[in-house]
Nanobody
Framework: HVQLVESGGGSVQVGGSLNLSCAAS????????VGWFRQSPGKGREGLAA???????RYADSVKDRFTISQDNTKNTLYLQMNNLKPEDTSMYYC?????????????????????RGQGTQVTVS
């Protein structure tokens, strides 16, 4: 079981940027796929971005070219740089880790339903 703690959320103006961080309790090399998803009240999970052990990244079309996922394996930390934020990006953001399936399985697109997740960090764009 991976413990994850997100930080870096907040309120930002339209067009602004935020950089989310996620501290993991173990090396991301012990996971097959790590990434980010968001969920708003009454809505399902929306997978945003994911990264494999080999550093291969994947993005949802809604955030491609605006969001960048990265990881620092020396710090067991995952990041999500978010630029050109829009009001529709307002949501609770979660990092997640799947220790059973690689990103190629596609579970990241539906918000890591079989993985571990953190408590979330709120992002508000107005």
């Amino acid at each position: 079981h991976v413990q994850l703690v997100e930080s870096g959320g907040g309120s930002v103006q339209v067009g602004g940027s935020l950089n989310l961080s996620c501290a993991a309790s173990l090396s991301t090399y012990n996971t097959y796929c790590v990434g980010w998803f968001r969920q708003s009240p009454g809505k399902g999970r929306e997978g945003l971005a994911a990264i494999d052990n080999d550093g291969h990244t994947r993005y949802a079309d809604s955030v491609k070219d605006r969001f960048t996922i990265s990881q620092d394996n020396t710090k067991n930390t995952l990041y999500l740089q978010m630029n050109n934020l829009k009001p529709e990006d307002t949501s609770m953001y979660y990092c997640a880790a799947d220790t059973r399936s690689g990103c190629g399985a596609g579970y990241w697109r539906v918000g890591f339903p079989f993985g571990s997740r953190g408590q979330g960090t709120q992002v508000t764009v107005s």
